[in-house]
Every structure is written in C-alpha cells, then in structure tokens.
C-alpha cells in the first residue's frame, strides 16, 4: 500500500512535470486521448481527463475492421469503421462523469468480446486526476474470470444433415468478404461449394451436452452426440475438452461464450452464416467414431445454439439478419483435426442441425 502511495506521487509529479498546471485545459485547447483498438480490447492512454474538449486519437492496431463509440452523460458518438492500421480521430465536449468508450462493430458483439472500457472524466475545476494508468487488461480479464456460467442443452425436433452446396446470400456476404484477407480465397471456394447451402436432406439423432463459460481459458465442455447421415453410417461425438486458440476472424473465447451476436456483418467468425444471435457457441475437441470404429481423438467441433435460420419444411436458409428470430437451432459442425484427411463423407465434413432445441 505505501509503495502504491509513493507510485501515485511520483507519477503526479511527473504529471505536473510535463503538463505544468494540467489538467486545467487551455481554452481552445482539446485534450488529447489515444485510444489502440485491437482483437478483442480498447486500450486508452489514460483512464482519466479533465472536462472540456477531448480529441480522441484512434488507431486500428488489429487485423479486422473496428469502429469506436463514445457513451455516457447524454452524449453518443461513433465514429465510421476503420480498417486495419488505420487511424481517424473524434473531438467531443465532455461533462464529468463517466464515459463507457467500446467497439459498436457487429450489433456489439465486439464489445461482448472485450472491446469495451471506461473514461472518468473530472471537474476541471477539481484537484488534478491522478496520473492513473487505464485499468489492465489483465485485472479485467480477471474480473471476468470470475464468473461461471453453465447451460444445458438439448437437441430437439427434425434433425437435419446439410451437405456441400452453393451458399445462397453471396451478394450479401461480398462487402464482408473483403475484409477476410487471407482466408478470403477459402471462403469464396464455400460460397460455391460450402457446408451452409440449402443442399439439406432429414435424417435423425440426438444431442445433448453442457457447457461452462469460466472466462479467459478455463471453459469446459461435456456432450454426446449421435446421428444417422445420408449414407447410412452411424456417427458418434464425445466432447470433452474446448479449443481454445484465437485467430483474428475466429475468437474461440476460451471455447464457450453465452450470448453473443456474431457471423454476417459482425466480422466475427465466417460471414458465410447470417448474422445470428446465440445461446451458446463453442469450439471443442472431440472423439468421433463412425459404425463404432474411432475415426479421431481430435475432430474439431464448432456447436451452437442460435436464433433460426432456416425455413420450416424444406429447411433452406431464410434470413440475412436472422438474430431477432427464436433461438432454437441447434448447429453441430464437425471437421478433421489438424493435418488429419478429411472424413467419408460428402465434403470431407458433417454439419447436422436439430431444428428445435433447447438450452437452460
Ligand atoms: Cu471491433
């Protein structure tokens, strides 16, 4: 505690060192606040500012698209979306009070993800602020590590297997695939030829398992799932772990998150999904057996329960923006683990859905 005193004084004096009468402002002139976008934070250069004009100095230093909005005491301003090393800047007149500053990107999905922070602004009448660092990313990431999260899911009504087929929103999907850089190739292959096409056939299993959000890394993961595909063959998943490493398009939020709008226009996850709201989504490692016989200790499995986004009876896909619909959908995407052969099955892939499930 005495050394975090002597902190506080010796980072004061610096202040006062630099700034002279700060944080008094100079008529006339804005304070300036630099703000660092980046997957998944905002990172601002100081927690704190005295009233008046604030000219905020952001740079996108992520991989995807960012935008930033500032809230509070009445006032809500964004700025457009930035690409990528991009900068722009935003001059505001703030009242004390507390400011929430954060990603809008994505109906806020990016700011589900952490982009999401803080600015106090004080009297500039009152003592100085102190000289105090924006809070770590670390102590937050901690605060969130704290709470745990469960849910149980079920599968439910017809069970539905999608195979390879032309994607039908491509002219929806083009503006965002832009934006996906090097997987951008990939993903134009899928738009003729993918797992999210209206190629459906009915076939029959189950599924069920639990999950729970405990923050960074500690998530963890338990279901079965079981179903019959076209050809006949019998498939069984057993999950018992998450994935958990992050690539700039495909957060894997330390395997399970709760509630997040993503996929579409969020630039989050594929766009090749409309945009959706979910229950849950995961990402997870699992054994999978075909017929009884182990095919892989290390499928990798991406599930989610989300808003529908297909039509009733012949299951095509229905919306673009399909997030205000009834979450009820139940997605299982199953591909081989890292460097393994694709699986016997039509597009080396198994993507299955229970059209009515349930999560508690
Ligand atoms: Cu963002």
């Known amino acids: 505690m005495y050394r975090e005193s002597n902190g506080v004084w010796a980072g004061m004096v610096v202040a006062v060192a630099l700034l002279g009468a700060a944080p008094q402002p100079h008529p006339g002139v804005a304070y300036t606040v630099n703000v660092k976008l980046s997957e998944w934070n905002v990172v601002l250069s100081q927690a704190s500012v005295a009233a008046g004009p604030v000219t905020f100095v952001i740079t996108n230093a992520g991989s995807i698209p960012h935008g930033l909005e500032v809230e509070g005491q009445g006032i809500e301003q964004e700025i457009e ?122 076939t029959s299993g189950s599924f069920a398992f639990t999950a729970w959000d405990k923050g960074a890394v500690r998530d963890s993961v338990a279901g079965v799932a079981e179903f019959a595909t076209q050809d006949g063959a019998r498939w069984k998943l057993v999950m018992d772990r998450v994935q958990t490493k992050d690539v700039p398009h495909h957060p894997r939020f330390g395997g399970v998150i709760m509630g997040l709008y993503y996929h579409g226009v969020t630039q989050v996850h594929t766009p090749l999904v409309p945009t959706i709201n979910s229950a849950v989504a995961l990402w997870a490692f699992g054994h999978l057996y075909k017929n009884d016989v182990l095919v892989t200790d290390n499928a990798m499995v991406h599930v989610m329960l989300l808003s529908r986004t297909r039509r009733d009876g012949d299951f095509a896909l229905s919306c673009w923006d399909c997030s205000k619909n009834k979450i009820e959908e139940l997605q299982l995407q199953i591909l081989p683990g890292p460097g393994e052969p694709k699986f016997d099955a039509p597009g080396g892939f198994l993507f299955v859905n229970w059209e009515q499930s349930q999560g508690r």
Do not use: W
């Not at 999905?109 to 809070?135: F, I, R």
């Open 81 to 202: 979306t930035i690409q990528p090393g991009a900068s722009d800047t935003l001059t505001l007149t703030l009242k004390p009070g507390s400011y929430e500053v954060y990603c809008p990107v994505g109906s806020d999905s990016h700011k589900k993800l952490g982009m999401d922070t803080h600015l106090k602004v004080v009297s500039a009448t009152s003592q100085a602020p102190p000289a105090a660092p924006a809070p770590s990313e670390m102590s937050e990431a901690h605060m969130k590590a704290e709470r745990v999260q469960t849910i149980r899911v079920r599968g439910g009504g017809p069970v539905i297997q999608i195979l390879p087929g032309p994607f039908p929103f491509p002219d929806s999907a083009a503006p965002i695939l832009k934006a996906f850089g090097d997987e951008r190739e990939g993903l134009e292959s899928q738009v003729k030829n993918g797992p999210y096409s209206n190629n459906v056939v009915r």
